[in-house]
Every structure is written in C-alpha cells, then in structure tokens.
C-alpha cells in the first residue's frame, strides 16, 4: 500500500526537492532551477548548483560546482563569476539549439559557452566525478565541445590544465 502511494506521487515529489536519486547529467532541453536543484557527480565528490559564497548577504546568486562530499562549501569553479544574477531566480539551461547558459526567469542572459554550431545532435552535460563540467555530444566522450577544467576560475582539481593564459584568481570578499 505505502509503495503504491509512493510510486503514484513519486513524480510529483521529484518535482519539488531532490527527493530522487540525483543526477550527473542534462540532456538537451533540460534545466535546473535554483530552487536547490543540482548536478551531483557519480561517485557524489562534487555537486554543481547555484550558491551565494559563504559569509556573503545571500542576494548575489552564482552556478557553479563544489564539494558535495565536504560540508564547507568549498567553491572549485564558477559560471557567471563576473555576472551574479541579482533578486532574479537562476536557471541553468541546455537549450534546444545547443547551448549551456546561465539566465534568470525573465530570459535575461549572465554566461554562455557561446558553442554556436549547431547540429541535429543530441548534447548532454555531465559533472563528472573528478570535478570537471563536461558538455558535448550525447555520449559525452565522444564529442567534448567544452569542459569546465579548461576555463578554471579558484581552485585546481588533479586534471586540471594550466597554461600561461591561465590566471588564478582569487575571490575579492564573500560578497563578490
Ligand atoms: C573543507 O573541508 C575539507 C575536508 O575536511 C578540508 O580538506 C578543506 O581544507 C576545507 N576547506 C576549507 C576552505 O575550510
Ligand atoms: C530552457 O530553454 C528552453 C529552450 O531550449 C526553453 O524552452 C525553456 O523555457 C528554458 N527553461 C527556462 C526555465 O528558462
Ligand atoms: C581542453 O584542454 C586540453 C589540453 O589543452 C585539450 O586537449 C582539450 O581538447 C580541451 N578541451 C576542449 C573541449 O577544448
């Protein structure tokens, strides 16, 4: 009786709170809102969602990835670093046509990858369990048309890769 229940309002629960197995994965025209949805890797290491940093007022929002198995909050890699979504809800979309973005509810843009090539493909976006973002081709490995590892903001993971262009830059406050 009580797992008849659950199965008939098992989609309605999904809807509202992680209350399902989480998920590594997007397919194309799939988004997560921040309403405490999130990506969790495979093997739970790392988790990408949106945040505000720890000590901050709370009104300025980012889509980025952090440790999922520490309870700190420590911060690896951000989307719209230089573009916080402010007293607007964030989403977290791959869009028909074939791009990640971070918007707002009103369709307002704040970060994209910006990949225009479209094809009739199927794209997916994992977060892997090494803590890289990796977007391309259904089948990710295949066909990687971006990945988060290559454009590194705070901290670096094993696997990550480094280049003279690269700068670490460090955040300025828990505000910023
Ligand atoms: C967060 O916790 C982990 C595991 O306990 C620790 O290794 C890491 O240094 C902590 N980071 C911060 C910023 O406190
Ligand atoms: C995500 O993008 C699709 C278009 O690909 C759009 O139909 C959908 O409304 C978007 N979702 C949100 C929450 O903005
Ligand atoms: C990321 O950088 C590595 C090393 O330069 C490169 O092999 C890989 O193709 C890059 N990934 C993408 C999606 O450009």
């Not at 008939?8 to 994965?25: G, H, K, N, V």
């Not at 890797?41 to 952090?66: C, D, H, L, Q, V």
Request: glycine share 10%; with cysteine; charged share 20%.
């Amino acid at each position: 009786m009580l797992s008849s229940v659950l199965i008939l309002y098992m989609p309605l629960l999904c809807s509202f709170y992680a209350f399902c197995e989480a998920r590594d994965t997007l397919r194309q025209g799939e988004w997560i809102s921040d309403n405490g949805e999130t990506l969790v890797s495979a093997g739970g290491k790392f988790e990408f969602g949106f945040f505000s940093p720890t000590g901050s007022s709370g009104n300025k929002r980012y889509a980025g990835i952090w440790y999922h198995e520490w309870d700190n909050r420590t911060v690896v890699w951000v989307a719209n670093r230089d573009r916080p979504i402010i007293n607007a809800n964030g989403v977290f979309n791959l869009t028909e046509d074939g791009e990640l973005k971070v918007l707002d509810t009103t369709g307002k843009v704040y970060w994209s990858t910006n990949i225009r090539r479209l094809c009739p493909c199927d794209r997916t976006v994992t977060l892997t369990n090494s803590g890289n973002l990796v977007y391309g081709d259904y089948g990710v490995l295949k066909n990687i048309l971006w990945e988060s590892f290559n454009t590194t903001t705070d901290t670096l993971l094993p696997g990550m890769v480094v280049n003279e262009n690269m700068v670490l830059t460090s955040w300025r406050g828990p505000d910023e």
